[in-house]
């Protein structure tokens, strides 16, 4: 089986810049496009998904061909018809989508030696089938929460619970935020984004701590280790991967990463360049007193464990 790499954890905790980075080895396929996302999964992979979606175990079969052409471990002449004919029906002008399907193909035909490297924050709850049926090596990120609410503001973004509380197998796995989903789930218009958002960063983090433990060979790293030496750390990560790593790669993340480039993103959704170790403190320029108290208090169980409190 073909080695594959999936990284997951928070959103905005830094998935599409580390997997741009770790993309940079020669050894890599990097496939883009996060085809969990429900507005890429048919463009992009010709298959539906829900937002947020958790294989269960019985499910195994169902998905297995799918997701082995996904990672690009399997491809068969209907995988490649079924993603081509969905762009020709709905008449996609787009033509890096075309080009993409293409590239991945060849990949698969004469790519053998390569790793396989996918990112996707939204597919982050069906880590553990994805590592069981493609056996593939696992990174997960996480992110100071008060960084990761600053960022969710700045692009005005919150995740939506409800899409786990329509999850009745997901009660047993977060089973300590369960009456939190269901409340947010049935009351939504009612609860504000910095609530929504400090629930989705505790059901992140609690998960990414059962895993941690449950799987001592899985990768965890924060965005705040990449963001202060990202030379040193994402060498390291290379190493533990079994990446090539060489002056080129080393070079290309010196120019995302250091301190000329910008710091604010002003309304980009990504900044791949950026002075990344002044980046990790801008949320203390932006948050008030009183809200860091809030997210401290509130995460303050799982963040106590990722983050100490001189952090803060």
């Known amino acids: 089986m073909r080695k594959t790499l999936f990284l997951t954890g928070l959103p905005r905790s830094g998935t599409t810049w580390s997997a741009e980075m770790l993309g940079l080895s020669p050894s890599v396929i990097h496939v883009t496009g996060e085809p969990f996302n429900p507005i890429n999964s048919k463009t992009a992979f010709g298959f539906e998904w829900s937002w947020y979606y958790a ?8 998905f297995e061909n799918t997701l082995k052409n996904l990672f690009n471990q399997k491809w068969t002449l209907s995988d490649f018809v079924r993603r081509y004919h969905y762009l020709i029906v709905n008449k ?19 790519g053998a030696n ?3 490297l996918l990112k996707c924050p939204i597919g982050f709850f069906s880590t553990e089938q994805i ?30 619970v409800e899409h786990l509380f329509k999850q ?31 629930l989705v960063w505790n059901i992140y983090h609690y998960l990414i701590k059962e895993w941690q433990q449950k799987y001592p060979d899985w990768v965890v790293v924060s965005h705040e280790q990449l963001s202060l030496n990202p030379t040193e750390e994402f060498k390291d990560m290379y190493q533990k991967l079994h990446l090539v790593y060489n002056a080129d790669v080393e070079r290309e993340i010196i120019e995302h990463t250091q301190a000329s480039n910008k710091i604010d993103a002003g309304d980009q959704i990504h900044l791949l360049k950026r002075d990344s170790k002044a980046n990790m403190d801008v949320w203390k320029k932006h948050l008030s007193k009183e809200v860091i108290e809030k997210i401290y208090k509130e995460t303050k169980e799982l963040s106590d464990y990722f983050y ?5």
């Open 308 to 312: 100490p409190q001189s952090s803060w």
């Open 168 to 198: 009745p197998h997901l009660k047993s796995l977060l089973e300590p935020f369960w009456d939190k989903i269901s409340y947010y789930s049935n009351n939504k218009n009612a609860i504000a984004s910095i609530d929504k958002n400090i």
């Open 114 to 116: 390569k790793t396989t």
């Open 92 to 110: 996609e002008t787009r033509r890096h989508l075309y080009t993409r399907i293409i590239r991945l193909f060849n990949a698969y035909l004469f």
């Open 131 to 160: 590592a069981k049926q493609l056996n593939a090596q696992i990174i997960l990120l996480t992110r100071h929460p008060a960084a990761f609410i600053n960022s969710m503001q700045r692009v005005g973004w919150e995740v939506d």
């Open 55 to 62: 294989i269960r175990g019985d499910e195994g079969l169902k």
